[in-house]
């Protein structure tokens, strides 16, 4: 899925009849709710390490567009859907969203997440969310800044194509200059979260310990289910 979304990216900051990007999620439960746990349980710490440097090829494809991108969240935006999200231009949510870090409740090392989340947030709010793996509502995603506009379910797409159009009509040299230098300022810390992230992740799985974890929370949610 993620070379599929990175293709459709790449083909729609190319063509030059499209002047914005939207993203949503299909459905109403989720935008997504991030890492299959199923598949990354398996990992040694050398698929970890190939499996981060896919998500700095996806991340990197984003953050080079020369097109505005507007994410419609339509639901729970978790784990590296929440990175996605955040590395987008501007985010749409309804009242019944929620938004975070979960990583650390799975296991699972959080490297990148939390250099992302500091860049919109700043250290103290991003320690807390990266330790407590919690989700936020779309009331706090929007009084700290990371969501833009909160407005009904079943308006989020229409309103994403309001700005959508709106932002497609400014000078597209400008916006590409714009995109260019927002991206440029944050280069050498995107780069240096990946090469992190890389090293956190071979040593986590190579430990173990997120099989185990990834074991707990299945049986975890196994139980709720049955009760």
Known sequence: MRDEIVRALKQF?????????????????????????AEAHDFDGKRAEEWIREFEIFYGVIR?????????LNGTTAGSAFQVALLADIRIAHPEVTMG???????IASITGPWIMREMLGLSRTTELSLTGRL???????????????????????KAFEIADELGQKAPLAMRLNKAW???????????????????H???YDSGEPARMI?????????????
Not at 22 to 37: C, H, K, N, P, Y
Not at 215 to 227: G, I, N, V
Request: charged share 25%.
């Open 136 to 158: 936020m509502n779309a009331d706090e995603c929007y009084r700290i800044g990371i969501v833009h506009h909160v407005v009904p379910r079943d308006q989020v797409l229409n």
């Open 215 to 227: 074991d707990l929370f299945f049986a975890h949610r196994s139980d709720k289910s049955e009760r």
């Open 101 to 107: 870090q979960p990583e650390i409740n799975s296991g």
């Open 202 to 204: 071979r040593i986590s």
């Open 64 to 72: 080079a567009l020369t097109k505005p991108i507007i994410m419609a």
């Open 13 to 37: 900051d190319a063509d030059t009849k499209l002047t914005a990007i939207i993203m949503t999620g299909t459905g109403e439960r989720a935008f997504s709710a991030g890492q299959d746990l």
């Open 182 to 200: 927002l991206r440029k300022m944050t280069e050498a810390g995107f780069r240096e979260a990946f090469d992190a992230a890389m090293l956190a």
